[in-house]
Each structure stands twice: as structure tokens, then as C-alpha cells.
């Protein structure tokens, strides 16, 4: 089983370089299932239901999130929505709107359970992603053993401990958040698929997304400022992940990093 996973996709030129890139990264690697993380698809800061639909019909089977999935208010009904592909973290607490695992059919029929956390170190107090992570493995295993974790956070070590906390329990463990791409990428010992951020998918030519001079102001001024998109070329940033469907160990990551 092949499975790209992207980064956190940022505003309208990441929604355009999933449509552009997706279908020829599908062909190219002969992938089974597409899911990326759509917390920053909307204007640069939340999800809409527009935003969200847009990269599912662009290609994508899934859709992960993080702290920012509460930027946009119209977006907690679709989270509730009856089958939603559009995931939150699991470890908010319960009564929380939607879910934050599910599982996914490939190509071919092939099952792919995913679970989406968020990181506490330097975030909010938010339940344990680690004793999360080890409850929902136990019921995803149940349908199939090829299970991905998108860890969104913000320290590295919390990313790498927790790669090392499900090595070989999971297919991959990937970060998402910070918006740069980590050059960390490997196969654990046990057969658990590492990187600490897949980086961003989105424009290229502003500070993690936002527009450079909004940044350089607040940076400068120290004042508050609306942040929008940058404008501009934009890049994919992801991997994709070979999994044996049989026991949901990888055998590959290969980080991308696709230029518009």
C-alpha cells in the first residue's frame, strides 16, 4: 500500500497545488489512499466547509486538522456530519464536535485507519495524545494493521517521542504544524514510518504561509496584525509511505517537495 500524506495546506494557493499536484502524484507513485492536514485551508487560518469539500474533490480521501480547527465557527457542524472526511484532534475533550480517527478505503479495497492528535508542549492542556494514540490503535487494529498518525505539535521532541512511543505499533507516525519540513525522515527499528513535519503545502514566498510584510510588521512593531496568505508560487510538501497491507509495517518513506 502506497500513501501520500501532505502538510498543512494553507489557504487558496495550497488548495490550488493539491488540485494541480494530486492527480499526477497519484499516477507517478501509484498511490492507495491521499490525506493532508486542512487546518490552515481556509484563508490561511481554519477550515470552512468549502474548504474542506475543495480538497476532497481535488483528490484527497481524508482530511486531518489541529489547534486551528476552531478558527472558523461554520465548520463545527460538517465536523459532525455522519461520515465527515474531515478529521479534529482526538484528544479534545469529550463533547468535542466530530472525531479524530478514521478509517479509510483504498484502491483495491485496502483499509487505512488514521488518527489525528494534537501535541500539549507549548499548546493547550489538552488530554494525553500519548494514552489516546494507545487506546484508539486498539480499535482501528481491529479492522485493519496499517494505521497512520498525523502528530500535530509544536515541539520536535513531542513528534520524535511519539514516533518512538509507537514504533512498531503503527505504519507511520508524521508532524504536521510547524510548517517547514524536517529533513528527518526514516523507517524505525520496528517498522514505524518517521518524519518529525512534512512541512507545508502552500505559497513559498512569505513566513510560513503568511504574507512576508504582515510577518515582518508584527515581527518589528510587535503590534497586532491580520495575517492573509502570501501571494506567489506555491510548493507540496508531504511524503508518501509504503505500508505491507499485511502487517502495516513500512518499508519506505520518501519525502516530497514539489515545486509549482
Known amino acids: 500500500m502506497k500513501v501520500l500524506f501532505l502538510g498543512d495546506i494553507v489557504g487558496k494557493p495550497g488548495r490550488a497545488a493539491v488540485r494541480h499536484f494530486v492527480p499526477i502524484l497519484r499516477e507517478r507513485h501509484a498511490l ?33 486538522s489541529g489547534n486551528h480547527t476552531w478558527s472558523r465557527r461554520e465548520i463545527l457542524p460538517y465536523l459532525d456530519r455522519r461520515g465527515s472526511r474531515q478529521l479534529r484532534p482526538a484528544n479534545y475533550p469529550d463533547g468535542a464536535p466530530g472525531r479524530g480517527h478514521a478509517i479509510v478505503t483504498g484502491r483495491g479495497g485496502r483499509k487505512l485507519g488514521v488518527i489525528n492528535l494534537e501535541g500539549r508542549v507549548f499548546m493547550k492542556p489538552l488530554e494525553c ?5 494507545e487506546r484508539l490503535i486498539a480499535e482501528l487494529r481491529q479492522e485493519t494493521p496499517c494505521i497512520l498518525v498525523d502528530m500535530h505539535c509544536e515541539a520536535t521532541s513531542e513528534s520524535q517521542a511519539m514516533g518512538w512511543h509507537l514504533d512498531g505499533r503503527v505504519s507511520a507516525v508524521v508532524g504536521t504544524h ?7 525522515e526514516r523507517v524505525l527499528p520496528q517498522g514505524t514510518a518517521y518524519i518529525t513535519d512534512l512541512g507545508m503545502t502552500g505559497p513559498t514566498e512569505g513566513v510560513i504561509g503568511v504574507d512576508r510584510d504582515l510577518i515582518l ?7 497586532p496584525v491580520r495575517f492573509e496568505p502570501a501571494k506567489g508560487p506555491a510548493a507540496l510538501h508531504g511524503a508518501v509511505i509504503t505500508v505491507d497491507p499485511e502487517s502495516g509495517r513500512a518499508s519506505r518513506i520518501e519525502r516530497l517537495r514539489v515545486p509549482a
Open 32 to 64: 492507495d489512499v491521499c490525506v493532508g492536514n486542512s487546518e490552515n485551508s481556509a484563508g490561511g487560518a481554519g477550515i470552512t466547509p468549502e474548504s474542506a469539500d475543495d480538497l476532497l474533490e481535488a483528490g484527497l480521501d481524508l482530511l486531518t
Open 129 to 133: 495524545p500519548f494514552r489516546t494514540a
Open 178 to 184: 510547524r510548517h517547514v519540513q524536517t529533513a528527518d
Open 217 to 223: 510588521q508584527r515581527f518589528i512593531s510587535q503590534m
